[in-house]
């Protein structure tokens, strides 16, 4: 059907900012705010759910929640030390929130009184933080929620003609911020929009059309979510003949897409996750901190993101005081440590065509090279990983990733071949495979004497 407001563009972008955000693949989202100071608690009752919706959590009303800006002085802010953990944890980009949808502006915006310039130190976290990260060659997309719960004329629905000329005084307010972000920080990537799934925003798919529009002509060749854009019949991510919107699929929250789904392998997305079950904002309780995931769990979150041709936006929520937490810092090492060494398997890459899914881990292909990578996650009590080859490949070596050494493997048919593997091994286990197409009519490969030992 013919659309006024539907998808900008056919097929995926492919200039030099979009290629780059694609080979770089990981990412470190920052959730940081005046939500990080209460942590989950209030008036001495803590509430399990998103630190960030604390607000709703404990009925807090706009004013008084807006108290909390006499206590953001964020003592321990120090932008070149969370670039710093940000190169650590091996990021290429970092998404930080510019406004949440408390409303509350890490940057001194013109639009409002109620951001960091009338907090104690009065700090452009945002300025601070692009010049910190830019600096360390960590690219910055800058995270703006269109749910704004302190704006006056912010909506959820239009049902009145006073709705509808509020919610046009909100979008004017909010399109002015964004002008705004990008005049006063030309030199961000992208923009990760949200809070764009009530009634009023879906309704005003002309709004995110034409906001994309400005963001794109201020900063060209700016990259924006898909979760920004709605047509003008409602339709969100995709348009109502199915084009995505926007540079980049966004609709994986806390989910991957199941290890055997290629069909996302057809555009770019990227999935969000967080390393509680779910609190994107520091939440200090102690029902929460159990829910922590794993480091490998996140690792894993990784290679499979990584197999499927999408990126992966780790969540950080840094403490009130600007600080990182030990289980965010041990993260940071255990991940920054493999992904040193392991790299090559991630960075660069994409899904491995023609090679299934195969059970014990993932497949990644560089997509320059067309290495192929098997990405070990979960290790059989045999020891033994099979490989179910492409039609008419053969694999003529392998050699472990980390270490760069010769790894012995059997040839089992002409379809198959076998890794042993030390149950004892460091997983994820990353081996790079040298792989030639075969030609049907030769012998069929012997098993390598300089390998035999299976
Ligand atoms: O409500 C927000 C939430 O706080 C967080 O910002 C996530 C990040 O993708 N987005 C919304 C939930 O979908």
């Given at each position: 059907m013919p659309l006024m407001y539907g998808a900008q563009s056919e097929g995926r972008r492919d200039d030099e900012t979009m290629r780059r955000f694609r080979h770089d693949r990981f990412g470190q989202f920052i959730h940081w705010g005046l939500y990080s100071i209460p942590a989950g608690s209030w008036n001495g009752v803590t509430y399990d759910?998103?630190?960030?919706f604390l607000p709703q959590s404990a009925g807090i009303g706009p004013a008084r929640w807006a108290g909390l800006v006499d206590d953001?002085?964020?003592?321990?802010?120090?932008p070149e030390a969370w670039a710093s953990l940000a190169a650590d944890l091996g990021a290429r980009y970092v998404t930080v929130t510019a406004k949440h949808h408390d409303g509350f502006c890490l940057w001194p915006s013109s639009l409002t009184d109620f951001t960091v310039a009338a907090t104690p130190r009065g700090r452009d976290v945002i300025g601070e933080l692009v010049h910190a990260y830019t600096a360390r060659g960590i690219a910055v997309h800058l995270y703006y929620s269109v749910l704004d719960w302190h704006h006056p004329d912010w909506r959820y629905a239009i049902s009145s003609s006073q709705d509808e000329e509020a919610f046009d005084r909100y979008l004017s307010y909010a399109g002015e911020q964004l002008r705004e972000l990008a005049t006063r920080y030309?030199?961000?990537?992208g923009f990760w929009f949200d809070g764009t799934w009530d009634e009023s925003v879906k309704a005003n798919g002309r709004w995110s059309w034409e906001i994309e529009c400005m963001l794109k002509r201020l900063i060209p060749g700016a990259i924006v979510n898909s979760r920004l854009r709605a047509d003008e019949h409602g339709?969100?991510?995709?348009?109502?003949?199915g084009a995505l919107m926007g540079d980049y699929f966004s609709g994986f929250e806390r989910r991957l897409p199941d290890p055997w789904d290629r069909t996302v392998t057809a555009e770019d997305w990227e999935a969000c996750v967080t390393i509680p079950q779910n609190s994107w904002g520091y939440h200090a309780g102690a029902e929460v901190a159990r829910t922590h995931k794993h480091p490998l769990e996140l690792l894993e979150q990784l290679v499979q993101a990584v197999s499927l041709g999408g990126n992966l936006l780790l969540n950080f929520g840094p403490r009130g005081d600007g600080s990182f937490a030990p289980f965010e810092k041990d993260v940071v090492h255990t991940l920054g440590a493999w992904l040193e060494t392991n790299g090559a398997c991630i960075y660069g890459c994409g899904p491995a065509d023609g090679w299934d899914y195969p059970g014990w881990g993932y497949y990644t292909a560089d997509a320059e090279t067309g290495a192929v990578y098997a990405v070990v996650t979960r290790i059989p009590v045999s020891g033994a990983i099979a490989l179910q080859l492409p039609e008419r490949t053969r694999v003529r070596n392998a050699t472990a990733v980390a270490t760069g050494r010769p790894v012995p493997f059997a040839v089992r048919d002409d379809r198959t071949v076998r890794f042993e593997v030390d149950?004892?091994?460091?997983?994820?286990l990353a081996f790079a495979l040298e792989v030639e197409q075969r030609d049907d009519t030769a012998e069929q490969p012997e098993v390598n004497p300089d390998l035999a030992g299976i």
């Open positions: 759910y998103a630190a960030e953001f002085a964020a003592p321990e802010f120090d030309p030199n961000v990537r339709a969100r991510h995709r348009d109502s003949n149950r004892a091994s460091v997983i994820p």
